[in-house]
């Protein structure tokens, strides 16, 4: 499933976008804690989640619309959590033809299935704002304060760095390949010949964007070596957290715990 | 303009809480064994190698060619990366990519990152490192047997990620064992063909572009006995977990005492592949584990004569 690319750069003046990355990431995580959490057909307390999403995706002014589009990813995997309708025991709903047999679709297996989807839809969605209105850098800030190892952080802010620059390349590959193999612009008319040549093609393709990347981190380390690099990755130690940030931290936790703590009691 | 190529990323909210912790705990310790000795054996040169290489997987994960109807053949990279970095620095670049992709493009959830992360960083990788030792302990070094190593162990690191994810599936209670394992392992025997065929094509290309550095790589040196034994026993581990739990669904039971078809069906409904069964075996579960290990002894018999062939023509007509 192809999906809009996400803004490398976001840019934006919200309150959200200003606010301290390392409590947004803590309170995104507790989010998406909570949600895994609560009980099957927990309604009103997954609405509850939903509608505070919803406030976030409008507080960040990053565009409702595109949010709600890209939310759409997880969508397919549904597909693996559609069996729970029939394995579930519990009171029968519906029976519907399946592979000529009348499958039998069970209330609770119902309620299975769409407490999965909302809350699946619910944790990809509170990720997306997260990285709607948090930069890439301010992320990567936050998991090394938040203690994340030094070297695996700056391992994935040295390829994030090269991130763009590696999927041009391999663009301009497959542009290549395109004109070279003459693609037909009708549908199902395929270039090019055989399969294994096809996959030989596209092998040779893989090998040289390796080889392009390797050649370039050669270049990477050379440049890095002449600003003083010494094996060691440093970087600004970040500064404590405020006490509006503790209030806040500690608030925002204490309204997951209550909620997870009521759903459970109404759920009996 | 991205892709996800593998159906394997799994969302938040799918898996069970205590799975997902209990993956990220597994997880957390390979890379933390990983982030160990990546410090103690490689120089500080590794860190601009392996973050540059990560980037360019997570772009070759673009790259595909078409295979019939719709479907094209794509490159993961687990296999790619241990073969030229080694099974620890390859465990991280994965690890970055897996990273990446959940947080930045929100392909698979944070919370069932730890999962994830174990699919495809930590067993893709090991798996990949077991396979790839096996073919050259069997048939040494040569060009060719590099190659179709690259395609055996891209193949069965796919398809190893592919199983571990539908038992976890499972193990939550979302598809019967007997649907999801099946399903998901035999969509990836597919994909893993693309993948291995792709590697190989790559493989190919390296060693013939620059071959010093498929010799010169880490990983060719010298077996590394722990990650050898701990991608055997994964491998080990999947191949008798995936049949046993497909002949033993409980939620498959279910439907069929309810449905009351028990004694009617032959074939339950949720039986999309015929299992693969030896005669004279009551066993339904021994008897697929045993065909799956004939099948293993089959594939290494083969190569080992292929090996001995190509060693006598090697002698006697040009090489």
Redesign the interface.
């Given at each position: 499933m192809s999906v809009p690319a996400p803004d490398p750069y976001p840019q934006g003046g919200s309150r959200l976008h200003r606010a301290d990355a390392r409590l947004k990431l803590l309170l995104t995580l507790g989010f998406i804690l909570t949600a895994g959490l609560l009980p099957d057909g927990a309604w009103s307390a997954l609405i509850l989640l939903l509608s505070l999403a919803l406030s976030a995706a409008l507080l960040s002014r990053a565009g409702l619309a595109r949010l709600l589009r890209r939310s759409l990813l997880a969508l397919p995997f549904l597909l693996a959590a559609l069996p729970v309708l029939f394995t579930l025991p519990g009171e029968p709903l519906a029976q519907i033809p399946l592979f000529g047999r009348q499958a039998v679709i069970s209330q609770a297996g119902l309620e299975r299935f769409l407490t999965i989807a909302l809350k699946s839809w619910l944790s990809l969605l509170a990720a997306l704002i997260f990285s709607a209105v948090t930069p890439f850098p301010q992320t990567l800030a936050a998991m090394r304060s938040l203690r994340a190892p030094r070297l695996l952080v700056a391992l994935i802010g040295l390829m994030w760095r090269y991130l763009f620059v590696m999927v041009d390349s391999a663009e301009r590959l497959l542009r290549a390949r395109e004109s070279r193999s003459a693609a037909s612009p009708r549908p199902g008319l395929r270039s090019g010949g055989r399969l294994t040549w096809r996959a030989r093609v596209t092998g040779g393709m893989a090998g040289s964007l390796l080889l392009r990347s390797i050649e370039r981190s050669e270049r990477v380390y050379a440049a890095m070596l002449a600003r003083g690099y010494d094996g060691e990755v440093r970087s600004l130690t970040a500064a404590p957290f405020q006490p509006v940030v503790w209030g806040a931290l500690i608030a925002g936790l204490a309204f997951y715990a209550g909620l997870v703590l009521l759903a459970w009691l109404l759920a009996g | 303009?991205?892709?996800?190529p593998m159906?394997m990323h799994?969302?938040?909210?799918?898996l069970t809480?205590p799975l997902?912790l209990f993956l990220w705990l597994v997880s957390a310790g390979f890379?933390?064994a990983a982030?160990r000795r990546?410090?103690r054996d490689l120089?500080?040169?590794a860190?601009?190698?392996?973050?540059?290489?990560?980037?360019?997987?997570?772009?070759?994960q673009?790259?595909?060619?078409?295979?019939v109807g719709g479907t094209s053949?794509h490159?993961l990279g687990a296999a790619?990366a241990t073969i030229?970095l080694g099974p620890w620095p390859a465990v991280?670049?994965m690890?970055?990519?897996v990273?990446?992709q959940?947080?930045?493009?929100?392909?698979g959830?944070?919370?069932a990152l730890g999962a994830n992360l174990f699919n495809m960083a930590v067993l893709g990788v090991l798996v990949a490192y077991t396979v790839q030792r096996l073919f050259q302990r069997l048939v040494g070094g040569k060009r060719w047997a590099l190659i179709a190593g690259g395609f055996a162990a891209a193949w069965t690191s796919t398809v190893a990620a592919a199983l571990a994810c539908g038992l976890q599936?499972a193990v939550s209670?979302?598809?019967?064992a007997n649907?999801?394992v099946p399903a998901m392992g035999g969509v990836h025997a597919l994909i893993g063909v693309?993948e291995g065929?792709?590697?190989?094509?790559?493989?190919?290309?390296?060693s013939a572009?620059?071959r010093d550095?498929l010799t010169a790589a880490p990983g060719r040196q010298k077996a590394d006995r722990p990650v050898l034994i701990g991608g055997m026993l994964f491998a080990v581990g999947l191949a008798v977990a995936s049949p046993l739990a497909s002949a033993h669904p409980d939620?498959?039971e279910?439907?069929a005492e309810?449905?009351n078809?028990i004694h009617a069906?032959r074939a339950p409904?949720?039986e999309l592949i015929p299992d693969y069964l030896l005669p004279g075996i009551q066993n339904e579960a021994l008897a697929t584990i045993l065909a799956g290990v004939i099948g293993l002894i089959l594939v290494a018999a083969v190569t080992v004569l292929i090996a001995r062939g190509r060693r006598r023509a090697g002698k006697t007509g040009p090489a």
């Open positions: - | 303009m991205f892709y996800s159906p799994i969302p938040d909210g799918f809480l997902a890379i933390a982030l990546v410090e120089d500080e040169r860190l601009p190698l392996m973050g540059v290489l990560a980037a360019a997987i997570f772009a070759g673009m790259l595909n060619f078409s295979v053949g490159l790619l030229l991280l670049v690890t970055s990519v990273a990446v959940a947080l930045l493009f929100q392909d959830g944070l919370l599936l209670g979302l598809s019967p649907l999801a693309g065929l792709i590697t190989a094509a790559a493989l190919a290309f390296l572009a620059r550095l939620g498959l279910w439907v309810q449905q078809f069906a409904f949720f």
